[in-house]
Nanobody
Framework: QVQLVESGGGLVQPGGSLRLSCAAS????????MSWYRQVPGKERELVAGFTSAGGSTNYADSVKGRFTISRDNAKKTVYLQMNSLKPEDTAVYFC?????????????WGQGTQVTVSS
């Protein structure tokens, strides 16, 4: 019953902000590396922001550096993506991703995606 349930997407004007949330269940959240991806129609999914380890440093796509911030709250089993100074080119479906290992096996999970639309 692994689940990654996303929320917080919506319509926002250029320059505005949104905070995406991804609530996890069904696995040991604190042991998994969390990240955010996005995808637009006709293009492949791209990494937006992520942790380099379960509790380590972060990395960001060049296009969002200085504007987006990824964070996690292990007690709440939730990962966040704070998006500031949004641009129309940020419009996409945003996906939450979890990657980890259990008993020597690798696992990867995806959220259902949440739409972010930046438009005036």
């Amino acid at each position: 019953q692994v689940q990654l349930v996303e929320s917080g997407g919506g319509l926002v004007q250029p320059g505005g902000s949104l905070r995406l949330s991804c609530a996890a269940s069904g696995f040991t959240f604190s042991s998994y590396v969390m990240s955010w991806y996005r995808q637009v129609p006709g293009k492949e999914r791209e990494l937006v922001a992520g942790f380099t380890s379960a509790g380590g440093s972060t990395n960001y796509a060049d296009s969002v550096k200085g504007r987006f911030t990824i964070s996690r709250d292990n007690a709440k089993k939730t990962v966040y993506l704070q998006m500031n100074s949004l641009k129309p080119e940020d419009t996409a479906v945003y996906f939450c991703n979890a990657e980890g290992q259990s008993y020597g096996l690798g696992y990867e999970y995806w959220g259902q995606g949440t739409q972010v639309t930046v438009s005036s």
